[in-house]
């Protein structure tokens, strides 16, 4: 009806300053855009509202935040180790409600608690939030054994992630922390950084011809006279990668870096 009543009165080149309909329509339309209500709640009313539910959730920890902001939908992530865990004949409880928080899956004669993660996770508030959560569980005597980074899981490869699902039931059976897994990828990523950190390696993956260490600039350029190639003929280079693994920027590196060596042999180099 509104729109249908601001068409006609546009039509008769009426506007919300000279037709009252239009203004009070407009004025509506302002309201919903910016969310306000058409009766807004008093300082007195929202201070009530505000103590109610405060009442609510110290009488009703149990059911406070949770049937208010937690979804009962199954994530995948929790469907795939609900079926492993059942598989292993592990499974005891799922979203197994303790106070006013909830516990992916759960062992409660053994008061332990098992805890899938998304990426939302990662980020600051949620660790701080998550911290908060595993500290009020440990009050009450609840150990949480592990948190599974799901992205992380994804990556490893079959063998990799079979030998950690056997450290999740180890540690599952023994009520003993999920002893830590160290993946390929993970592995790689450690010894970059340790290059990284040593100045053998720029953050973006490339080796720093400058940051290396005297030792492997004498083990490449023995690698070039070894390798017993005349270095005065065409395609030398090729010849050169083929004996000693070097990549051309590595030969090129060395070449740059001992001049004293090249300068009087190195005549054509292609």
Request: aromatic share 10%; charged share 30%.
């Amino acid at each position: 009806m509104a729109n249908y009543i601001s068409h006609t009165a546009w039509n008769k080149g009426l506007t919300k300053e000279t037709d009252s309909r239009l203004a009070k329509t407009a004025l509506l339309q302002s309201k919903v855009k910016k969310g306000k209500p058409n009766h807004p709640q008093t300082a007195e009313t929202r201070a009530k509202i505000s103590a109610a539910r405060k009442k609510y959730i110290a009488e009703h920890p149990d059911q406070v935040p949770f049937k208010m902001h937690h979804s009962s939908k199954e994530s995948f992530p929790e469907r795939y180790f609900r079926l492993w865990l059942k598989k292993e004949k592990l499974l005891e409880a799922q979203e197994l409600q303790i106070d006013r928080y909830t516990l992916d899956f759960a062992w409660p004669d053994k008061k332990i608690y098992l805890e899938i993660d998304g990426n939302q996770h990662k980020l600051d508030w949620m660790q701080e939030h998550d911290k908060i959560r595993t500290d009020y569980l440990n009050t009450l005597g609840w150990t949480c054994i592990g948190r599974i980074d799901w992205s992380w899981y994804k990556a490893l490869c079959t063998k990799e992630k079979h030998k950690y699902l056997q450290n999740i039931k180890a540690a599952i059976e023994q009520a003993s922390f999920i002893e830590k897994f160290i993946s390929k990828k993970d592995l790689a990523l450690q010894k970059r950084q340790k290059l990284i950190e040593a100045g053998f390696v720029m953050k973006d993956g490339r080796t720093a011809p400058w940051m290396l260490s005297n030792n492997e600039w004498q083990r490449r350029l023995q690698l070039i006279l070894d390798s017993n190639i005349d270095l005065t003929k065409f395609g030398w280079k090729e010849q050169v990668q083929k004996i000693t693994n070097l990549t051309r920027s590595q030969l090129n590196d060395t070449i740059e870096h001992f001049p004293e060596h090249f300068t009087k042999i190195y005549i054509r180099g292609k």
